[in-house]
């Protein structure tokens, strides 16, 4: 069992271009959150997805957009990047009724 | 609005002590709580997970407790290691709708000692 996986691992971008991030669940795992971290913050939720629609979303603006596909796997898009979006994004996957999330190792990201 | 504090300052102990970390909370009523490991530039590991009518649980070397009334968990590591040194975070999680999102605190640095 590989566990979360997310890909890429870093990457940096310029302000105003557009990125997409990617994550593979927990296998057996049908729920996925993703979260924003920056440099000694705790992690903030963007948003969950289950059965492909967004479920839940924090304070985040319309730039953070996601979409789950129907093998579970989800990504992260983040459109006009800012300064202020350099962070590690985390993917977390949980199983039906399950309350325990699984992270995975996130994907460094830096806005110039 | 909710809040979660920690430990702000970094926690210094040495190899075989016990540890502890708090998580205080205010404007928020928790079905759950849920301590996390997190090293540098890694992803969180869950560790615990202790419910609103649960006041303590175990596993191993870790024990946590939850007090609904002083909105209080304690988290304690004993005969601490120097493998145990992260950042330790604890995350509040309520029971149905958009409550059921995590809420994190900042996190208490950890170091031991040998």
């Known amino acids: 069992d590989a566990g979360v996986t997310q890909s890429p691992t870093h990457l940096i971008k310029t302000r105003g271009q557009q990125v997409t991030l990617r994550c593979s669940p927990k296998?057996?795992?049908?729920?996925v959150s993703w979260y924003q971290q920056a440099l000694g913050q705790g992690p903030q939720f963007i948003f969950q997805?289950?059965?492909?629609?967004?479920?839940q979303r924090g304070n985040f603006p319309d730039r953070f957009s996601g979409h789950q596909f129907p093998n579970y796997s989800s990504e992260l898009n983040v459109n006009a990047l800012l300064l202020g979006d350099s962070a590690l994004y985390l993917c977390a996957s949980r199983g039906v009724g399950q309350e325990t999330q699984y992270f995975g190792p996130g994907t460094r990201l830096l806005v110039l | 609005s909710q809040k979660i504090e920690q430990n702000s300052e970094a926690l210094n102990i040495q190899e075989g002590k016990t540890a502890t970390l708090t998580c205080n909370y205010t404007?928020?009523?928790?079905?759950?709580l849920q301590w996390y490991r997190q090293d540098p530039g890694r992803g969180p590991v869950f560790l615990l997970l202790i419910r609103e009518n649960e006041k303590e649980k175990r596993k191993e070397r870790l024990k946590v407790t939850f007090d609904t009334t002083l909105k209080q968990s304690l988290f304690h590591i004993t005969a601490s290691q120097p493998a145990d040194s992260a950042t330790y975070l604890c995350a509040l999680q309520g029971s149905a709708g958009n409550n059921r999102k995590l809420i994190w605190g900042l996190g208490t640095s950890l170091a031991v000692n040998p």
């Open positions: 404007n928020y009523s928790p079905a759950y």
């Open positions: 296998s057996g795992h049908d729920t």
């Open positions: 997805y289950y059965e492909e629609e967004e479920r």
